[in-house]
Protein backbone atom coordinates (compact mmCIF):
# COMPACT_ATOMS: atom_id res chain seq x y z
CA UNK A 1 0.00 0.00 0.00
CA UNK A 2 0.77 3.72 -0.85
CA UNK A 3 2.27 5.28 2.15
CA UNK A 4 0.86 8.68 0.78
CA UNK A 5 -2.68 8.67 -0.96
CA UNK A 6 -4.44 11.65 -2.56
CA UNK A 7 -7.99 11.53 -3.34
CA UNK A 8 -9.48 12.20 -5.81
CA UNK A 9 -6.44 11.12 -8.62
CA UNK A 10 -8.37 13.02 -11.23
CA UNK A 11 -11.19 15.90 -10.82
CA UNK A 12 -12.85 17.97 -13.73
CA UNK A 13 -15.24 21.08 -11.78
CA UNK A 14 -16.53 23.85 -12.89
CA UNK A 15 -15.63 27.54 -11.91
CA UNK A 16 -17.29 28.71 -8.65
CA UNK A 17 -17.35 24.69 -7.37
CA UNK A 18 -15.96 24.14 -3.99
CA UNK A 19 -13.58 21.67 -4.28
CA UNK A 20 -11.72 19.68 -1.53
CA UNK A 21 -8.30 17.66 -2.02
CA UNK A 22 -7.45 15.21 0.34
CA UNK A 23 -4.38 13.75 1.57
CA UNK A 24 -3.35 10.78 4.11
CA UNK A 25 -0.41 9.42 4.88
CA UNK A 26 0.51 5.94 6.69
CA UNK A 27 4.32 7.30 7.78
CA UNK A 28 3.98 8.60 10.90
CA UNK A 29 4.96 11.90 9.58
CA UNK A 30 4.50 14.99 11.53
CA UNK A 31 5.13 16.94 8.89
CA UNK A 32 2.60 17.62 5.42
CA UNK A 33 2.58 19.89 2.71
CA UNK A 34 0.17 20.55 -0.29
CA UNK A 35 2.24 21.99 -3.53
CA UNK A 36 0.92 22.84 -7.05
CA UNK A 37 2.60 21.73 -10.13
CA UNK A 38 2.39 23.75 -13.46
CA UNK A 39 4.07 22.81 -16.63
CA UNK A 40 7.59 24.49 -17.03
CA UNK A 41 6.89 26.33 -13.67
CA UNK A 42 8.14 23.41 -10.83
CA UNK A 43 6.33 23.02 -7.78
CA UNK A 44 5.07 25.84 -5.77
CA UNK A 45 4.25 25.21 -1.87
CA UNK A 46 0.27 26.47 -1.22
CA UNK A 47 0.38 25.53 2.75
CA UNK A 48 2.60 23.40 5.08
CA UNK A 49 1.57 21.93 8.71
CA UNK A 50 4.55 20.86 10.58
CA UNK A 51 1.92 19.33 13.87
CA UNK A 52 -1.94 19.63 14.20
CA UNK A 53 -2.24 22.51 15.48
CA UNK A 54 0.34 24.20 12.84
CA UNK A 55 -0.84 25.76 9.64
CA UNK A 56 1.47 27.70 7.56
CA UNK A 57 1.22 29.70 4.43
CA UNK A 58 3.25 28.75 1.46
CA UNK A 59 4.17 31.28 -1.32
CA UNK A 60 0.81 30.67 -3.23
CA UNK A 61 -2.06 30.41 -0.56
CA UNK A 62 -4.58 32.90 -2.21
CA UNK A 63 -7.76 30.96 -3.36
CA UNK A 64 -6.84 27.72 -1.09
CA UNK A 65 -7.23 26.41 2.53
CA UNK A 66 -6.58 23.77 4.51
CA UNK A 67 -6.99 21.57 7.54
CA UNK A 68 -5.18 18.83 9.73
CA UNK A 69 -7.99 16.50 10.84
CA UNK A 70 -5.45 14.57 12.34
CA UNK A 71 -1.49 13.64 12.06
CA UNK A 72 -2.55 11.65 9.24
CA UNK A 73 -4.67 13.32 6.85
CA UNK A 74 -4.44 17.19 5.77
CA UNK A 75 -6.83 18.27 2.83
CA UNK A 76 -6.79 21.18 0.88
CA UNK A 77 -9.77 23.30 -0.38
CA UNK A 78 -10.55 25.40 -3.26
CA UNK A 79 -13.92 27.67 -2.02
CA UNK A 80 -14.58 29.02 -5.37
CA UNK A 81 -12.71 27.15 -7.99
CA UNK A 82 -11.42 28.96 -10.98
CA UNK A 83 -9.58 28.42 -13.97
CA UNK A 84 -5.58 29.28 -13.17
CA UNK A 85 -6.39 26.85 -10.34
CA UNK A 86 -6.03 23.95 -13.31
CA UNK A 87 -2.70 21.89 -11.93
CA UNK A 88 -1.24 18.66 -10.64
CA UNK A 89 -1.70 18.77 -7.35
CA UNK A 90 0.85 17.04 -4.48
CA UNK A 91 0.57 16.12 -1.28
CA UNK A 92 3.71 15.37 0.51
CA UNK A 93 5.19 14.59 4.15
CA UNK A 94 8.52 14.26 6.35
CA UNK A 95 9.44 14.14 9.52
CA UNK A 96 11.16 16.52 12.19
CA UNK A 97 12.82 13.64 14.51
CA UNK A 98 16.94 14.58 14.80
CA UNK A 99 18.99 13.27 12.68
CA UNK A 100 16.24 12.56 10.34
CA UNK A 101 17.24 13.26 6.27
CA UNK A 102 14.34 16.02 5.92
CA UNK A 103 13.31 13.71 3.10
CA UNK A 104 9.66 14.73 1.47
CA UNK A 105 7.82 11.79 0.52
CA UNK A 106 5.12 12.64 -2.27
CA UNK A 107 1.84 11.55 -3.26
CA UNK A 108 1.18 10.11 -6.70
CA UNK A 109 -0.78 13.69 -6.90
CA UNK A 110 -3.97 14.64 -8.17
CA UNK A 111 -4.89 16.70 -11.70
CA UNK A 112 -7.73 19.58 -11.24
CA UNK A 113 -9.08 20.57 -14.02
CA UNK A 114 -11.92 23.80 -13.50
CA UNK A 115 -13.31 24.68 -16.82
CA UNK B 1 14.98 35.19 -2.09
CA UNK B 2 15.61 31.94 -3.24
CA UNK B 3 15.56 30.89 -6.71
CA UNK B 4 16.20 27.12 -8.29
CA UNK B 5 17.22 27.07 -12.34
CA UNK B 6 17.77 24.08 -13.76
CA UNK B 7 18.99 24.44 -17.30
CA UNK B 8 18.52 22.60 -19.86
CA UNK B 9 14.57 22.32 -19.43
CA UNK B 10 14.58 18.99 -21.77
CA UNK B 11 17.95 16.64 -23.03
CA UNK B 12 17.67 13.93 -24.62
CA UNK B 13 20.89 11.27 -25.25
CA UNK B 14 21.84 7.77 -26.88
CA UNK B 15 21.49 4.70 -24.29
CA UNK B 16 24.82 4.10 -22.46
CA UNK B 17 26.20 7.68 -22.59
CA UNK B 18 27.14 9.27 -19.30
CA UNK B 19 25.25 12.52 -18.49
CA UNK B 20 25.10 15.34 -15.94
CA UNK B 21 22.25 17.77 -15.20
CA UNK B 22 22.94 20.87 -13.93
CA UNK B 23 21.19 23.24 -10.96
CA UNK B 24 22.08 26.59 -10.04
CA UNK B 25 20.93 28.39 -6.80
CA UNK B 26 21.12 31.94 -5.84
CA UNK B 27 21.26 32.12 -1.66
CA UNK B 28 24.06 29.60 -0.85
CA UNK B 29 22.86 29.90 2.79
CA UNK B 30 21.47 26.71 2.28
CA UNK B 31 20.62 23.66 4.54
CA UNK B 32 19.94 20.85 2.08
CA UNK B 33 19.31 20.16 -1.45
CA UNK B 34 17.75 17.13 -2.66
CA UNK B 35 17.14 15.56 -6.22
CA UNK B 36 14.24 14.39 -7.70
CA UNK B 37 12.64 12.11 -10.42
CA UNK B 38 9.49 12.30 -11.33
CA UNK B 39 7.63 9.86 -14.00
CA UNK B 40 4.99 11.29 -16.22
CA UNK B 41 1.14 11.20 -14.35
CA UNK B 42 3.02 10.42 -11.24
CA UNK B 43 4.53 11.97 -7.77
CA UNK B 44 8.19 12.65 -6.87
CA UNK B 45 10.83 10.44 -5.68
CA UNK B 46 13.80 11.36 -3.86
CA UNK B 47 16.72 10.46 -5.55
CA UNK B 48 19.30 11.92 -3.22
CA UNK B 49 19.96 14.35 -0.59
CA UNK B 50 22.80 16.49 0.09
CA UNK B 51 23.49 18.12 3.68
CA UNK B 52 24.95 21.56 3.22
CA UNK B 53 28.48 20.02 5.24
CA UNK B 54 28.26 17.39 2.68
CA UNK B 55 30.15 17.89 -0.80
CA UNK B 56 29.02 14.80 -2.59
CA UNK B 57 26.04 11.65 -2.52
CA UNK B 58 26.07 8.18 -4.21
CA UNK B 59 23.28 5.78 -5.03
CA UNK B 60 23.73 2.90 -7.79
CA UNK B 61 24.76 4.80 -10.98
CA UNK B 62 23.72 8.63 -9.42
CA UNK B 63 26.11 11.00 -7.75
CA UNK B 64 25.04 14.66 -6.94
CA UNK B 65 27.34 17.18 -6.16
CA UNK B 66 27.13 20.34 -4.18
CA UNK B 67 29.63 23.55 -4.49
CA UNK B 68 27.72 25.62 -2.42
CA UNK B 69 30.00 29.09 -2.79
CA UNK B 70 29.13 28.92 -6.19
CA UNK B 71 25.38 27.78 -5.62
CA UNK B 72 25.73 24.64 -7.74
CA UNK B 73 25.19 21.26 -8.15
CA UNK B 74 25.17 18.58 -10.43
CA UNK B 75 23.21 15.16 -10.96
CA UNK B 76 25.97 12.68 -12.60
CA UNK B 77 24.26 9.33 -14.34
CA UNK B 78 26.12 7.28 -15.49
CA UNK B 79 25.77 4.81 -18.03
CA UNK B 80 22.15 5.57 -18.76
CA UNK B 81 19.76 3.49 -19.53
CA UNK B 82 15.97 4.11 -21.33
CA UNK B 83 14.64 3.83 -17.99
CA UNK B 84 15.93 6.70 -16.64
CA UNK B 85 13.68 8.88 -18.91
CA UNK B 86 11.91 11.27 -16.73
CA UNK B 87 12.05 14.81 -15.39
CA UNK B 88 14.67 15.63 -12.65
CA UNK B 89 14.21 17.97 -10.34
CA UNK B 90 16.24 19.70 -7.56
CA UNK B 91 15.25 21.60 -5.13
CA UNK B 92 16.94 23.45 -1.71
CA UNK B 93 15.55 24.35 1.61
CA UNK B 94 17.43 27.09 4.23
CA UNK B 95 16.85 25.38 7.21
CA UNK B 96 14.76 21.54 8.23
CA UNK B 97 11.76 23.88 9.11
CA UNK B 98 11.78 25.85 6.03
CA UNK B 99 9.87 25.32 2.74
CA UNK B 100 11.47 23.52 0.17
CA UNK B 101 12.25 25.71 -3.57
CA UNK B 102 11.81 23.91 -6.28
CA UNK B 103 13.69 24.43 -9.81
CA UNK B 104 11.66 24.04 -12.65
CA UNK B 105 13.04 20.17 -13.88
CA UNK B 106 14.87 18.77 -16.68
CA UNK B 107 12.76 16.27 -18.91
CA UNK B 108 15.44 13.45 -19.75
CA UNK B 109 14.82 10.86 -23.02
CA UNK B 110 17.28 8.22 -23.45
CA UNK B 111 17.34 7.07 -26.36
CA UNK B 112 17.64 3.26 -26.97
Known amino acids: DADVTQTPRNRITKTGKRIMLECSQT?????MYWYRQDPGLGLRLIYY???????NKGEISDGYSVSRQAQAKFSLSLESAIPNQTALYFC??????????????FGPGTRLTVL | KQEVTQIPAALSVPEGENLVLNCSFT??????LQWFRQDPGKGLTSLLLIQSSQREQTSGRLNASLDKSSGRSTLYIAASQPGDSATYLCAVSRSSASKIIFGSGTRLSIRP
Open chain 1, 92 to 105: ATSVSRTGSTDTQY
Open chain 1, 27 to 31: KGHDR
Open chain 2, 27 to 32: DSAIYN
Open chain 1, 49 to 55: SFDVKDI
